[in-house]
């Protein structure tokens, strides 16, 4: 511990360095022995408050509009800690100067109109002086503050001599920066471990698989928006999965325990699909010969699921706003209208802003349900989940059907991976379970793949090339029968080169710029290659 005496600082030079010197092991401590924010801002705090010589400190940040204190320390028999309180940020404090201001100050209590007195209202021990500094980052920004107290109003140990608080203004900055990184990392570790324990329970409950980053991003969206009550838009191509987010969403809620009600829009007719969303009373039409209640009073308390929206015709679409901003139904045939709470959540493989412009969708329904939008990456977008997405494939029907599981070739794979996908995850399910019905060898070839995965789907390719897929065909077959397992035998260099450039222009949707930056080459040379090998966009 720094003794007294020691900090009784004068402008010698002498006296300086003694006073660094006998802190720097402590500080250095302070600093390096534990990364826990909650240890090494206690440790600090205590520090300082060795060094200035008092018994009372805090650490405050800046949470929204309030100053919260996440640290605080006072003498034996000191009952006044205050650790986990908080100040207004439109009152009048010295935590408030000091964090608007970025300066150091000394306030005098009860004097100082900074002071916030009603604070310490009903503390044994009130403050009589403080001095208080940012606690800034590199970058300039100021996250916090320090407040060292004197009590005593008798004795006043507090120094406040201006070079000794230049020098302890120079400790606080480094212990800040530290102290910084250190909170910074655990809310990060925090905010990844919420991350995982959400995916963990997506997974564990609707199968919902993949570790590429446009889907944790997309799972990120999900995580924070469930937590909302807002409505929420899915958007994607067909296959990627916008049911089983619209389930996590659900699962993920506090309506969790509620109804989830879960209605495709366009798989049934406009009438009625209108009766089932809204129900109807008796005599309501021919047919109608008792009452009947609809999906979304079913659902009340819970969430409803509109897939495919946008399929949804004009006369519906006003219904539902009507739900949607008052909260209301009318059954068909019945004069009163019942309230209802429900959250909504859509769904379409559309772009419904385009819709909008042609007058097929309604632009005020698509603003009040485009809160939340959340669009889901195509699989081909996302290729490190592939192999995820096969190996749960193969896995899961494999215990269906009690057989052992395949195993797919590294040539497979890659020849899966550069495949369009153009199904998406569906087309995935799809793929496996034609593989394990027609093979019989654990492991999966070339060869065992279904031909319509082995010719291009690309219309492109097919007029640029039509030779080299028609000698892919033959090759294909003859490797079937060979047992061989490659695609590349009998190709010439010009007809494997025409394939690779028509598949990068395709690609890049005919960017000469984007697919000879991924060909690694110059544009300049992709472009002569293109017209030597014949290659145009008509």
């Not at 300039?140 to 320090?146: A, I, N, S």
């Not at 799972?219 to 899915?234: N, W």
């Not at 490190?384 to 009690?402: M, Q, S, V, W």
């Not at 710029?513 to 690694?520: D, M």
Request: overall charge neutral; glycine content about 6%.
């Amino acid at each position: 511990m720094v003794s007294v005496t020691t900090l009784q600082l004068t402008n010698h030079a002498d006296k300086k360095e003694t006073f660094m010197g006998q802190i720097d092991l402590e500080f250095y401590n302070v600093l390096f022995a534990d990364l826990d924010p909650a240890s090494m801002q206690k440790r600090f705090l205590q520090l300082l408050l060795n060094i200035q010589n008092v018994y009372r400190g805090s650490i405050w940040i800046r949470r929204e509009n309030r100053y919260e204190c996440i640290q605080s320390l006072g003498s034996a028999g000191d009952t006044d800690i205050i650790t986990g309180a908080t100040i207004s940020v439109a009152e009048s404090s010295i935590v408030g100067w000091v964090m608007e201001n970025g300066e150091m100050t000394v306030a005098e209590a009860g004097k100082d109109p900074r002071h916030y007195r009603d604070f310490e209202t009903d503390m044994k021990l009130k403050s009589a002086w403080i001095i208080a500094f940012p606690l800034i980052l590199k970058n300039g920004e100021v996250y916090g503050v320090v407040q060292l107290i004197e009590t005593d109003l008798q004795k006043r140990r507090v120094n406040v001599d201006p070079e000794f608080l230049q020098l302890l203004q120079r400790i606080v900055d480094m212990g800040a920066i530290a102290l910084g990184n250190a909170l910074n990392y655990t809310a990060q570790l925090e905010k990844n471990q919420a991350l995982e324990q959400v995916l963990a329970k997506i997974r564990t409950t609707v199968q919902i698989i993949g570790q590429s980053r446009p889907f944790i991003e997309a799972m990120k969206k999900v995580r924070d928006f469930a937590q909302t009550e807002f409505p929420v838009l899915i958007t994607g191509e067909s296959g990627t999965g916008k049911d089983l987010i619209a389930t996590a969403l659900h699962d993920l809620s506090s309506r969790q325990n509620q109804p989830f009600i879960v209605q495709n829009c366009c798989a049934i007719p406009e009438t009625l699909l209108e009766s089932e969303l809204f129900g109807y009373r008796k005599g309501a039409f021919t047919g109608a010969t008792d009452d009947k209640i609809g999906l979304l009073q079913a659902a009340d308390g819970g969430t409803v699921f509109l897939d495919e929206i946008g399929d949804m015709s004009l006369h519906l679409q006003a219904r539902i706003l009507r739900v949607i901003q008052n909260c209301e139904i009318k059954p068909l045939g019945d004069t009163q209208t019942s309230t209802i709470d429900i959250r909504i959540i859509c769904a379409t493989n559309k772009d419904l802003s385009v819709a909008v412009r042609r007058k097929e969708f309604r632009e005020d329904l698509f603003y009040r349900i485009n809160v939340l939008p959340l669009h889901l990456p195509p699989l081909r977008e996302r290729k490190k989940d592939l192999p995820l997405l096969l190996n749960y494939f193969f896995n899961r029907e494999a215990r269906t059907l009690g057989v052992p599981p395949k195993r797919i070739s590294k040539k497979v794979l890659r020849y899966l991976i550069n495949y369009p996908w153009e199904g998406n995850i569906r087309e995935v399910e799809n793929f496996v379970k034609y593989i394990i019905s027609t093979t019989d060898k654990n492991l999966v070839r070339v060869h065992d793949i279904p031909e319509h995965f082995k010719v291009s789907k690309d219309p492109v390719v097919a007029a640029v090339s039509p030779e080299p897929q028609k000698t892919r065909a033959r090759l294909v077959e003859r490797d079937r029968q060979a047992g061989n397992d490659t695609l590349f035998d009998g190709y010439s260099w010009k007809a494997l080169e025409k394939d690779y450039v028509a598949y990068l222009l395709n690609k890049n949707k005919w960017s000469i710029t984007r697919a000879a930056q991924e060909a690694q080459i110059n544009r300049s040379t992709f472009a002569s290659r293109m017209a030597r090998l014949g290659i145009h966009k008509n």
